[in-house]
């Protein structure tokens, strides 16, 4: 099984701040890492699908980047909105795994 | 627009068998690998298995031997079960369009506790 980590576990941020969560995997996923963004009280969204490839509908100031081991989620301009844990997710080998999420305070 | 709605007893006796139904609007069933996930604030996300209409099915080694996943295509419903439950299996239900690469869309989820 692949294990996910992210770092850090907690961010406490202000509005405008850059953001870099990231997630490392046991082993190599390739591109198969995606990013996705739960809100208190709500389902996982999907940010970011095969590691930096922008999702419809979501704004621009979410980005992924990384391959292999190794991934980052960034958020450039953070709003209030983008209170929420993050959690990466990779589907290179099942079982798929989730990482164990990054939950941003603002 | 693709929705999806998990339904199903919001309580579960240890022991016993819980039984999940997604209905999914938008979208039909026949296209798409259908997974469902589970989250607790212990163990976070877990995915449980993803189904494929072909009958292609995956599960979780960790609940194989206590899972079943099946659909019905005429009702565009997937359906889970899981056996033999106890209060470990208690957590929020999802079900997820996708299972052999992203999950874009997802269930409202749906919060089941194992207790006598």
């Known amino acids: 099984e692949i294990v996910l980590t992210q770092s850090p576990d907690f961010l406490s941020v202000t509005p405008k701040e850059q953001v870099t969560i990231t997630c490392r995997a046991s082993?190599?996923?390739?591109?198969?890492l995606h990013w996705y963004q739960q809100k208190a009280g709500q389902s996982p969204k999907l940010l970011i699908k095969?590691?930096?490839e922008s999702v419809s509908g979501v704004p621009s100031r979410f980005s992924g980047s990384g391959s292999g081991t190794d991934f980052t989620l960034t958020i450039s301009g953070l709003e209030s909105e983008d209170a929420a844990t993050y959690y990466c997710?990779?589907?290179?080998?099942?079982?798929?795994?989730f990482g164990p999420g990054t939950k941003v305070d603002i | 627009q693709v929705q999806l709605q998990e339904s199903g007893p919001g309580l579960v006796k240890p022991s016993e068998t819980l039984s999940l139904i997604c209905s999914v609007s938008?979208?039909?069933?026949?296209?798409?690998?259908w997974s469902w996930i589970r989250q607790t604030a212990g163990k976070g996300l877990e995915w449980i298995g993803r189904?494929?209409?072909?009958?292609?099915?995956d599960y979780n080694p960790s609940l194989k031997n206590r899972v079943t996943m099946s659909v019905d295509t005429s009702k565009n419903e997937v359906s889970l079960k899981v056996t033999s439950v106890t209060a470990a299996d208690t957590a929020v239900y999802y079900c997820?369009?996708?299972?052999?690469?992203?999950?874009?869309?997802w269930g409202q989820g749906l919060m089941v506790t194992v207790s006598s």
């Open positions: 997710h990779q589907s290179s080998s099942l079982p798929i795994t």
């Open positions: 189904f494929y209409s072909s009958g292609s099915i």
């Open positions: 938008g979208a039909s069933i026949s296209r798409y690998y």
């Open positions: 095969y590691a930096t």
């Open positions: 997820a369009r996708g299972g052999t690469y992203f999950l874009d869309y």
């Open positions: 082993q190599n996923v390739y591109i198969s």
